[in-house]
Structure formats: structure tokens, C-alpha cells
């Protein structure tokens, strides 16, 4: 399942957080962007389930992330 995961981080946990993302499972690129939101990933797991736990369970655990918002690619 492709997503876009966009994130928002404290302004000074920016770089920690997209180290952090890039490092799991399924995250197949990451950038800090100018604006809102600070970080865009782009993700790719094998099913929803999954998907919900990359989020959930790990990006939205990272120390300095405020929030997420995941966006279902459609083919």
C-alpha cells in the first residue's frame, strides 16, 4: 500500500525526526520540507494493517512529532 505520510514536528526535532523516519520498515524516501507540513515520507507496505502500524505504532511515537496525516496513493 503507497502513502504519503505528511508531518508535523517541533521546529527544532526536524532533522532527528527524519532520521528517525527514514529508518523504518517501509519508508522508502523522506524530506523536510519548507511550510507546512515539515516532513513529507513516502511509504510502502504490504497491506492497511501494516500501514496503520508504521504510522500509528512508530511515526506518530517519535519524540518531536506533533502530528500526521497519511494519504492513500491511488493507482
Given at each position: 500500500?503507497?502513502?504519503?505520510v ?29 511550510g507546512?507540513?515539515?516532513v ?34 491511488v493507482?
Amino acid at each position: 500500500m503507497r502513502a504519503y505520510v505528511l508531518v508535523n514536528v517541533h521546529p527544532s526535532k526536524v532533522r532527528e525526526v527524519v532520521i528517525a523516519i527514514s529508518q523504518l520498515p517501509g519508508v522508502k524516501h523522506v524530506d523536510a520540507c519548507w511550510g507546512v507540513p515539515d516532513v513529507f515520507a513516502y511509504v510502502d507496505t504490504a497491506s492497511e494493517k501494516t500501514l496503520n502500524a508504521l504510522v500509528i505504532d512508530y511515526v506518530g511515537k517519535i519524540e518531536g512529532v506533533v502530528s500526521t496525516e497519511t494519504h492513500i496513493a491511488v493507482d
